[in-house]
């Protein structure tokens, strides 16, 4: 027997293997004994040992690696979106919006005090709260909802997870996924099921065996799709709302980040008298990604658990943010500003998409900040090659959930800042990149 694997029942056996992780006994790249030899020697069921280190891959503890077994894992570090600091090469793969773009906060600073917000006070600011009220109506059950505001997107998303799970439940992704969403599945000890994406938005087909795996949440983007861009179209929304409706309790969460900024319609996946949901639009896009601020409309049970989740955390968001955000959507050069940043990112893709095109590359016109780029090869090696030309792009490889489709071919570019030359520049060295993937993907020298 493994001497450092004990226990009878599956949270045992796995806090075992954490704890001669903790003490240096289990170290990275260590193998630990097959299910059914551990099985065997700790007189426990095969499933009894499926499940402890499915709970230890999920903790992100161990890996496996197919015929080569089941290792301890190497710390990783996880991508991020943002700038890739002390690069000498020129930063596409940031996701950022245009800081040229968003609005100067001092205007609207001075109408942003009132009265001192004391303990035992409502959490939501009463003028945020009758705007947001207009922003979020087209919530599918919006006449039934009740408002959180927590501090932006990624923290509403963690925090509604967090009230409707447990460690070890699955939850539907999008696959490609957003960073961020991965992350958060990853530290809260969940498991990711992979849902396909096609230009539509989350694929039906996709959905019904991610509830078919017994999930019990799925996280949707109706706009937007970080990466891809892909909106879910009206036939699609209306497919998927036949398919949830036999499912009223899997928590959906729809995470429409890109809301005020998108060129696209807003078509929700949730059903008419679904039992479990959430809309989460956040201001970071055309309010800047320091502005943590996200709004949330969600079912009555929902909106209690968000708000126990708040409790023990931040209580609230700070009244004065919420004060300037709605001091900020207010104004009507404000929101002016935020159409003319909308066009300004979807003219900026097509014009780079076209670009493209001409050099015989395969991309869609995506809705959101970045182009997604089938370079037919391995996006790593591209990634490789457009590095050599000066350039930093992120590979699709990052984005993906699903095991064994082998590696990614798209590439993730945020080009709305750049100048014409250097958008032309770059797509002509992304075509560069995309032919020398290609041979390489065929062996050719």
């Known amino acids: 027997m493994h001497r450092h694997i004990q226990g009878t029942t599956a949270a045992e056996i796995a806090a075992s293997v954490r704890s001669g992780i903790d003490r240096g006994e289990l170290q990275p790249g260590d193998a ?123 923290d509403a998303v963690e925090r509604l997870l967090a009230q409707a799970l447990a460690r070890e439940d699955a939850v539907g992704l999008e696959d490609p996924c957003f960073l961020t969403s991965k992350h958060t599945v990853q530290v809260g ?26 999930v019990r949440a799925v996280v949707c ?41 998108s060129t696209r319609p807003f078509h929700s996946v949730v059903p008419s008298g679904h039992r479990r949901w959430a809309l ?36 609230w968001v700070s009244h004065l943010l919420q004060r300037l955000v709605h001091a900020l959507l207010s104004d009507s050069d ?8 909308a066009a300004h990112y979807a003219a900026r893709n097509l014009a780079f998409v076209r670009l493209l095109h001409e050099q015989g590359v395969s991309a869609n016109v995506p809705d959101g900040l970045n182009a997604w780029v089938d370079v037919g090869g391995s996006a790593r090696e591209a990634v490789g090659l457009l590095m050599r030309r000066g350039w930093l792009a992120r590979g699709g490889d990052e984005f993906t959930l699903a095991d064994g489709g082998g590696p990614s071919r798209w590439l993730r570019l945020t080009v709305h800042d750049l100048t014409d030359e250097a958008m032309e520049r770059l797509a002509r060295d992304v075509a560069a990149a995309a032919h020398g993937a290609r041979r390489a993907h065929l062996g050719v020298a």
């Not at 003028?127 to 009740?146: K, S």
């Not at 849902?195 to 509830?211: K, S």
């Not at 404000?334 to 940043?341: C, P």
């Open 32 to 154: 630990l004994p097959p299910v059914r030899v551990l099985a065997l020697d700790l007189g426990v069921n095969r499933n009894t040992a499926v499940a402890a280190y499915r709970q230890l891959a999920a903790s992100g503890l161990v890996v496996s690696r197919g015929r080569s077994g089941t290792r301890i894992a190497a710390p990783t570090a996880v991508a991020q979106e943002g700038y890739a600091h002390d690069s000498a090469l020129h930063d596409v793969g940031t996701g950022n919006p245009d800081p040229r773009l968003i609005p100067d906060l001092s205007p609207a600073l001075a109408r942003a005090g009132g009265h001192p917000v004391l303990y035992g006070e409502p959490m939501i600011d009463p003028g945020l709260e009758h705007w947001a009220t207009a922003w979020m109506a087209d919530a599918t059950n919006a006449a039934r909802a009740r408002l959180t505001v927590t501090s932006g997107a990624a």
């Open 189 to 214: 000890g969940y498991r990711a099921v992979p849902i396909a994406c096609d230009d539509e938005g989350m694929t039906v087909a996709g959905l019904r065996d991610a509830l078919a795996a017994g």
């Open 221 to 261: 983007t109706p706009r937007a799709q970080n990466p891809s861009g892909a909106s879910v179209s009206a036939r699609r929304a209306h497919a998927l709302r036949s398919v949830l409706a036999a499912h009223p309790y899997v928590l959906v969460i729809e995470d429409d980040h890109y809301s005020l900024l």
């Open 280 to 315: 989460v639009r956040s201001v970071s896009k055309f309010l800047g990604p320091d502005m943590c601020l996200a709004v949330v409309s969600s079912d009555a049970d929902t909106a209690s658990g968000l708000a126990r989740r708040l409790t023990p955390g931040t209580t």
């Open 334 to 341: 404000v929101l002016a500003g935020i159409d003319d940043a």
